[in-house]
């Protein structure tokens, strides 16, 4: 059983030595955190001693260009792509020996970017000495790109378009996958988990026509769609459960978030309406304190990101929150990097600095700094907004502050005691002479002082600062007078260039103008779903075709840009959005009409010919294998094994306030075993996240499959293949625990022979009947456990053997390759 698990050791062995042959080309990801994190920095504090228009270049070393970074100086080469030990730009940056800058040196975090950035491989895109242009962009020429044109108006359905250009290249299809694994398919694509024996049996087992578009209809209206699909969109949200990127500071209502996405999701709410209340949701009218309260959590997505709030200078770190805002509303809606305007135009997509700082002047005004007075000063009033109480809470919130005035009337009642016990000891020490006083009766007058000491901290801190408090978000809210943006000269927001009208950036090309009393975020939400522009729709089809197919039909799809790739069906791509803008910017019936094509329900076989002509499948003549993301691999394991809480929601934490002096209680969240217990078992998408670290229970395999950082707006997730993630899957007691209880719940089962046994295990693993060569070796795996067990003449050691054999076959079937591939 271990040699099934172990083949994919081997894959990944050989996957990892085959990936040092590709050369070093750049992703859109390096090079936006070279324009975001390295860029600005050099611009800062190294042009003016190396650069083409310093006055007297030191050490020979040029660091305006590519060429002059890697040539290096005098001393030497600067980097080491890949090694940033041996990289004397680092040892310059932490004053190992040279010390660079010389004003003084720089945080840890922003050297801690450079470490990275080398340890990329020191991506950097410039590729020439020159400064940028002043030529102003030509935004009518520049709509001519594919991406900013209007929809085309192509009529034709998915299975139409496709088969079009196959039949041009003389592809044929693939044969429609068998039922097996069409249901796993579409179980794992609409909800994140697998079929369940008796939903595999009852598909294949049905013969009417429309027995596939049932289960599809059937899926989309389960509340495990809203679980599976808002995770989708909280991967480009940077949602997390705390605030800072460096430290640990609990977000208490970011759960709400999570929970409104969810909730919208299931209820399929029109996409256009869902954008607006992202943006501007507070600003929208509402017939009740519930809408009131939903559109206030909806701004979260503009306040969600990593902040760094140590940052001493306020004013830059305010423009630092802005510049993460518009970097994801551009990738986000747009599929543009418009953040990399924020230093000069930008250099391969038709977005000018004014641009930038037109939105930088909406987004300033967004009240996110309302209150903040630094770490150590009243951070619990940082950016939270009240929302409307429903009646629920407010019976929940009467009800834990009760339990707290009973914890403080306890404590004050100890506290009294431990008072009145002093003042005893000291009466009678008065009395007594000197020399009769016990010196064990002074110590204990200091221990008692000690702990009345703690104790007054204890009432102060952990219960009268905890008392439960009415609801509240990091939601946007509106200045009483909105100003504009001035450019930040080189991103210095202490070096201030010209002011700049906010507005929408000339490329949307919206003829809403902003209020001088509004901020401009309302209109700038509504200049996105506008029939001007096609982009927004576009990005959006192409993800959710990008969730189905494993790849979008843009690739890049947070990239839509010059430097991203051409889709490679751009009809089928305008067929999908028109019909997406007629149905009423409605997900789910978008998802329905794609899964039901032909297109996608085709096997994911390998034809030679086929594969010879269209080897990436870029004309979709067969479907895409893909591995399991990293929480269907985790819920899977979970619900397998019968052991997946129904949980649907609600505080991440215990219901009991954060204490924000209390650092450690996040600690314990991010390993709960002292948290809610629902939440070791419920789904991943409930687990706390912290934007510092990931750090999951030590057991838990998000951490092993590529979940990704809640610092960054992930469109599309990496999918690695790494030895140690053969290994933790065999050697894991968080796998191996389940195995057992999957195990357990097998012979809990009606079944009457080792055949039926086994036949449910793959059943409810694989999604499919076990075949005769796989029996075969699992019933002698069995019998050979059964064999050794009569060596012993103890029928409970007989028992036990079994059982024990038993749970390692589950263990070696759910660690299996085949467990792992969607396909």
């Not at 747009?334 to 000069?344: E, I, K, P």
Request: charged content about 25%.
């Amino acid at each position: 059983m271990r040699q099934m698990a172990g083949c994919m050791c081997s894959v990944a062995i050989l996957l990892v030595r085959a990936s040092c042959l590709f050369g070093d080309t750049i992703d859109q990801s390096s090079i936006d955190f070279f324009e975001k994190k390295i860029r600005p920095v050099l611009v800062t504090h190294c042009y003016e001693c190396h650069s083409i228009d310093a006055k007297d270049l030191k050490g020979g070393l040029r660091l305006d260009s590519r060429a002059g970074l890697r040539r290096g100086g005098d001393s030497g080469g600067a980097i080491v792509a890949g090694d940033p030990n041996a990289s004397l730009l680092i040892s310059s940056l932490r004053h190992d020996d040279l010390e660079m800058p010389p004003g003084g040196k720089l945080d840890a975090h922003i050297i801690d970017d450079f470490v990275k950035w080398i340890q990329l491989g020191a991506p950097d895109p410039r590729d020439n000495d020159e400064g940028i242009s002043d030529t102003r962009i030509d935004i009518e020429a520049a709509r001519e790109f594919w991406a900013f044109r209007s929809l085309s108006g192509v009529s034709g359905t998915i299975d139409e378009i496709a088969g079009k250009q196959r039949a041009a290249m003389s592809i044929p299809e693939n044969p429609a996958a068998d039922k097996y694994t069409l249901l796993r398919r579409i179980f794992f694509d609409l909800t994140g988990l697998p079929p369940e024996p008796r939903d595999v049996i009852a598909f294949v087992g049905d013969e009417s026509p429309d027995a596939y578009e049932h289960v599809v209809d059937r899926l989309l209206a389960s509340s495990r769609f809203g679980e599976r699909w808002g995770r989708h969109w909280l991967d480009l949200a940077q949602y997390a459960d705390s605030l800072d990127a460096e430290r640990i500071f609990p977000n208490r209502g970011a759960w709400r978030y999570r929970d409104y996405v969810i909730r919208s999701m299931n209820q399929d709410k029109p996409f256009d309406r869902f954008l607006v209340e992202q943006i501007a949701g507070d600003l929208l009218p509402f017939e009740s304190d519930a809408e009131r309260a939903e559109q206030m959590i909806a701004t979260q997505f503009i306040t969600l990101g990593p902040v760094n709030l140590v940052n001493q200078f306020k004013i830059q770190l305010q423009m630092d929150i802005v510049d993460n805002q518009i970097d994801k509303i551009g990738r986000v809606f747009f599929g543009l990097s418009v953040g990399c305007a924020r230093c000069h135009d930008h250099k391969f997509d038709p977005l000018e600095q004014e641009d930038y700082y037109r939105m930088a002047g909406i987004l300033k005004n967004v009240q996110v700094l309302n209150g903040f007075r630094g770490v150590s000063g009243v951070f619990s009033d940082w950016l939270r907004q009240p929302i409307p109480e429903l009646p629920e809470e407010l019976a929940d919130r009467v009800r834990r502050t009760e339990l707290h005035r009973k914890r403080a009337v306890d404590m004050e009642a100890v506290l009294a005691a431990k008072r009145t016990e002093i003042a005893r000891l000291q009466t009678e020490s008065g009395l007594l002479a000197e020399e009769e006083s016990s010196i064990s009766q002074e110590e204990t007058i200091e221990k008692l002082k000690g702990e009345i000491a703690k104790l007054e901290r204890d009432i102060q801190n952990h219960v009268k600062a905890n008392t439960p408090r009415p609801p509240a978000v990091l939601a946007a809210a509106e200045p009483t007078r909105p100003t504009n943006a001035r450019v930040n000269i080189r991103g210095n927001a202490l070096n201030l260039g010209k002011e700049i009208q906010r507005g929408i950036p000339r490329l949307l090309g919206s003829d809403s103008e902003i209020p001088k009393s509004a901020s401009g975020r309302m209109e700038l939400a509504k200049s996105l779903i506008s029939v001007k522009n096609p982009i927004v729709v576009r990005v959006f089809v192409n993800r959710v075709w990008h969730h189905l197919f494993g790849r979008g039909i843009v690739r890049t799809v947070d990239n839509f840009g010059t430097r991203g790739e051409k889709p490679s069906h751009p009809e089928l791509l305008d067929s999908l959005a028109e019909h997406f803008v007629a149905q009423g910017w409605h997900l789910k019936p978008l998802i329905r009409e794609i899964v039901l094509s032909r297109t996608y329900q085709l096997s994911s076989s390998r034809s030679p010919s086929a594969s010879s002509t269209d080897p990436d499948n870029r004309l979709l003549w067969r479907h895409s294998v893909r591995r399991l993301d990293a929480e269907s691999i985790r819920d899977s394991y979970l619900m397998i094994s019968g052991s997946l809480s129904p949980l649907a929601g609600g505080p991440t934490l215990p219901p009991a306030e954060w204490n924000t002096q209390e650092i450690g209680q996040f600690d314990q969240i991010n390993n709960p075993k002292g948290g809610r217990p629902e939440i070791l078992h419920g789904r991943s998408i409930y687990l706390p996240v912290s934007r510092a670290a990931l750090r999951f229970e030590a057991g838990d395999p998000l951490r092993q499959f590529d979940f990704p950082s809640p610092n960054d707006i992930v469109g599309a997730r990496q999918s690695s293949t790494v030895p140690t993630q053969a290994l933790y899957l065999m050697n894991s007691p968080f796998v191996s625990g389940l195995a057992q209880k999957f195990a357990a719940r097998i012979l809990a089962e009606p079944f009457a022979s080792d055949a039926e046994k086994i036949n449910g295990i793959y059943l409810s693993v694989y999604g499919r009947p076990v075949q005769p060569g796989e029996l075969k070796k699992s019933l002698g795996f069995l019998a050979a456990a059964s064999v050794t067990a009569e060596t012993d003449d103890s029928e409970t050691s007989t028992k036990e053997r079994y059982d024990a054999a038993l749970a390692r076959l589950c263990h070696a079937v759910l660690i299996s390759t085949e467990f792992l591939i969607h396909d």
